[in-house]
């Protein structure tokens, strides 16, 4: 229902809570339509407001009675809450309401899942449980009963007593609502214990739907290797006697660091070899870790408001980031997070959704849950640590746990421990946090009696609402060469502060070759006009894994965009230096297949559309699927070489060792494939040895137009394990030829088990057809017919994933004028509705600005 235009929140008008909460206490009496909910709430007025108003946040709730102190309270409707008059000393509220999560199909709030009762309250789902002050500086202890004719009942903090049909929990340490949970029905438990450093003995237990048991083991190690990490690394223990994860099916995002009590994806919990293929294995560990980190970056110290979301989410990812690091191999984790970050947040920049780590006004919240805030949130502490040094960085880290535990931060506060830890100025630092987009740095070279001098300019594009933007702090590792491939200087961080600014090497015998922007040390497009050979002898010679993957990667970039633009050849400097490369045992197995990882045809739009052309989605795919063919042949004996080599005979193991040779194994597979009519492919999926292998065979097969028996035959082998049908829903559509795509997609839609209202399943088929570049794309525009009228049908049901999917629109301007056209006017379809949700709405129109 659309009132009044949805209101736009500000960071400028932050305004600290009037009454704070001293703690509370809640019953649940579960029913599908008719739960009730008992609320006594203690509040006492915040010493820090001279503002006395009375207001709490709820949504959809029938209220049965609502008491001050005891007496009946009058309440008075307010925008999104209500309002009454209280005392002006400390008081207890206590009501009852009504809530219905049967009916909750947006999976906010309480809700249920295959008759499971489970809660989602980040960023504001709690406003639909009960009357409270639903904001993250609100802060306090919970207690927690609940009762309901079911096996499990579940909620934070530590088990205070149970009996048949109730069971009470107690969280001690203050928290705001959105990370309240509550779980309930039939479930079992895989359990395991913890010891942490100071002797407290932990119950560990992943709750899953019975039958899911043999597939919890990977995520228990995940979860031990996690804490004990932290408390090795970042000192931090854990607090409370259990820690429980619960895997539920339906679900908005990936998982959430509920206290005590985190909630998964079951995607993102359940594994096994015949089912999960390494990048889940690899997902899961990280996504594990991710939200158990989140107990120190989050939940003892969290967000002041949710324009601070980074504070505890660009931490935190980046605290996953050196998890898996540790687990796995540094460079090869660098190199995916700097691809994720090229790929996606680049993107994301590109286009009209471009905003600032730290958004400074938003509509709905949910809506900048991104790969700004994110990931990009965790490059710019990554910046920072290199810039101060992995000493500092611990000492900081320290003063932060210290100063702010119990705390709900800022990334003010966050900036200042830095501060105070490095006696460094951190103002223009900060201008990461404010300036939306990615700066473009630009390099000249002067050489002259052995000196060689390097001389940068940056300059970020305008974004939304920010037309001019001041220089940032950028630290630019770099390292130099000798002509025959020795490293002279070794790496260095120069840390640019100017608009222009040059650093010179004195003492050269002679004119080295540089490798800059060594580590991906800044998200920064590195614009620098560099010679095939020059590439060529970095692949060859760089020391600096990411500079000699990204080597690799410019060359297939530029062979690709000439192919789309119908060149014939590549250049032989790129196909020798691969075939060099892949040969060359020496180097990781999982280093060498993200050489062969080929940019995908939409990282070649953006390139295109970021050197002033207009990508044609057909052209890019013909070109693409010509150069895989010309490696095919040219590279056959190395690719075959390393088809072998990545072979791994045995029991499945997931650890990175193996997953690296099955990577490349794997690459290796499909750039044959185009060559060899799909024999090996073919033979491998017949092979059946993991999903791994069997998900890549299908998918090489299905991208060169064969394999429709082998993907039928998987499909009735799967088709009662929800996780793996949604993998076919998405392999099928994303592999599917372009030209039938749209088709392909409007079958899959048909099919009995698309089960539209379960995210996974709507995404999987809907991320499949749009990662389709060409098929999604399709000139007439019936892709796009197809996503805007699924957009608009769950828009209703589930706006928050309906307004995510919606950001494939956000491309629009990047193509021709026809495409534009239907681009936008399916982006009007979804906006011009008299019940466009408040999240959609908000994206639409940030899209069609
Ligand atoms: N805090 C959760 C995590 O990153 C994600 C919550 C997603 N919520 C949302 N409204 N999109 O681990
Ligand atoms: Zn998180």
Redesign the pocket.
Same mark, same amino acid.
Request: aromatic share 8%; proline share 0%.
């Given at each position: 229902m659309k009132d009044a235009a949805p209101r736009t929140i500000r960071l400028a008008d932050y305004a600290p809570p009037a009454w704070l909460v001293a703690d509370v206490a809640l019953t649940f009496r579960l029913d599908p339509q008719a739960t009730r909910v008992l609320s006594t709430i203690r509040f006492r007025p915040n010493p820090d407001s001279t503002d006395r108003t009375f207001f709490l946040h709820g949504e959809g709730l029938k209220t049965i009675s609502a008491t001050i102190d005891g007496r009946p309270a009058t309440l008075r409707e307010a925008e999104g809450g209500i309002t009454c008059d209280v005392p002006d000393a400390p008081f207890t509220w206590e009501a009852e309401v009504e809530i219905a999560p049967a009916e909750n199909t947006a999976l906010?709030g309480l809700y249920m899942s295959n008759g499971i009762y489970c809660t989602?309250c980040?960023?504001e789902g709690f406003r639909r449980i009960t009357w409270y002050p639903d904001r993250p500086d609100v802060m306090a202890p919970f207690r927690v009963r609940v009762e309901g004719d079911l096996p499990v009942l579940l909620s934070n903090g530590n088990p205070e007593a149970s009996g048949p049909g109730w069971a009470e929990w107690d969280d001690p340490w203050r928290k705001p609502a959105y990370l309240f949970a509550l779980v309930a029905g039939d479930l079992v438990a895989v359990r395991d214990r913890f010891t942490t450093l100071s002797g407290r003995e932990v119950d560990l237990g992943i709750w899953v739907r019975p039958g899911d048991q043999g597939r919890c083991a990977f995520a228990m190690e995940a979860l031990k290797a996690s804490m004990r990490w932290d408390e090795e690394v970042y000192g931090r223990e854990y607090d409370l006697g259990v820690f429980n994860i619960v895997a539920v099916d339906d679900f908005?995002? /990936?998982?959430?660091?509920n206290k005590g009590l985190n909630v998964f994806n079951s995607a993102l919990v359940l594994a096994s070899p015949e089912t999960a293929t390494d990048g889940t294995y690899e997902r899961i560990e990280a996504?594990i870790a #991710?939200?158990y980190f #989140?107990n120190w970056t /989050?939940n003892r110290i969290t967000c002041r408001d949710w324009f601070q979301l980074c504070l505890?989410?660009g931490l935190?990812v980046f605290r996953d980031q050196q998890f898996t690091s540790a687990m796995r191999s540094e460079a090869v984790k660098r190199i995916e997070d700097a691809q994720t970050i090229r790929r996606h947040q680049f993107k994301e920049d590109q286009g009209p959704l471009a905003h600032p780590v730290r958004p400074e006004s938003f509509v709905e919240?949910?809506n900048f $849950?991104t790969i700004t805030v $994110?990931e990009k949130g965790a490059e710019v502490i990554g910046m920072l640590r290199r810039l101060v040094g992995a000493a500092a960085y611990k000492r900081a880290l320290d003063l932060y746990f210290d100063r702010h535990d119990g705390d709900a931060a800022t990334i003010e506060d966050w900036l200042q421990v830095f501060e105070d830890a490095t006696g460094r100025d951190l103002s223009q630092f900060k201008r990461w946090y404010s300036q939306a987009g990615t700066p473009r740095l630009s390099v000249e070279e002067a050489w002259e009696d052995g000196t060689y001098t390097l001389i940068f300019t940056q300059e970020t594009p305008p974004t939304p609402g920010q037309p001019d933007k001041a220089p940032q702090v950028l630290p630019i590792a770099v390292g130099l060469l000798n002509p025959n491939g020795d490293e002279v200087v070794p790496t260095k961080v120069l840390e640019m502060t100017e608009a222009r600014q040059s650093f010179a090497f004195e003492g050269l015998s002679a004119r080295p070759i540089p490798s800059i922007l060594r580590d991906f040390s800044a998200p920064v497009v590195l614009q620098r006009e560099v010679p095939s050979a020059e590439r060529a002898f970095l692949l060859a010679h760089d020391t600096d894994p990411f500079n000699r993957w990204d080597a690799a990667q410019a060359l297939a970039r530029a062979a690709l965009m000439d192919a789309a633009g119908g060149a014939g050849d590549p250049a032989p400097d790129w196909i020798e230096g691969l075939g060099r490369a892949l040969a060359d045992t020496g180097l990781d197995p999982a280093f060498r297949a993200l050489l062969l990882d080929l940019p995908g045809d939409e990282d070649i739009a953006i390139a295109l559309a970021e050197r002033g052309d207009v990508p044609d989605p057909d052209a890019i795919h013909s070109g693409r699927a010509r150069i895989r063919r010309i490696l095919a042949e040219r590279l056959s004996p190395q690719l075959e070489a390393a088809y072998h080599e990545g072979a791994t005979p045995g029991p499945y193991d997931p650890s990175a060792g193996p997953a690296g040779q099955r990577a490349l194994r794997n690459r290796a597979l499909w750039i044959l494939t185009a060559a060899d009519g799909g024999a090996r492919a073919r033979a491998q999926v017949a092979a059946d040895e993991n999903m791994t292998n069997v998900l890549a065979g299908l998918s090489a097969l299905l991208s060169i137009g064969a394999g429709e028996a082998e993907a039928a035959a998987f499909h009735d082998r799967w088709k009662d394990e929800r996780l793996v049908l949604d993998s076919w829903f998405a392999l099928v559509a994303g592999q599917a030829p372009p030209e039938s795509a749209v088709e392909t997609a409007r079958s899959l839609a048909d099919h009995p088990a698309f089960a539209w209202k379960t995210p996974n399943r709507f995404r999987a088929l809907m991320r499949g057809l749009a990662g389709n570049h060409a098929g999604f794309h399709r000139a007439d525009g019936a892709g796009y017919d197809f996503l805007a009228d699924w957009i608009v049908r769950l828009d209703p049901v589930n706006p928050?994933v309906a307004a995510r999917t919606s950001t494939v629109f956000s491309s629009w301007k990047r193509y021709d004028a026809g495409r534009q056209e239907r681009m936008r006017a399916a982006l009007h379809r979804m906006l011009d509705r008299d019940d466009v949700s408040r999240d959609l709405g908000e994206m639409a129109q940030r899209m069609l600005e």
């Open positions: 906010e989602q980040e960023a908005n995002a /990936g998982a959430m660091e996504v #991710h939200e #989140h /989050g505890k989410e935190t919240i949910n $849950y $994110y928050s």
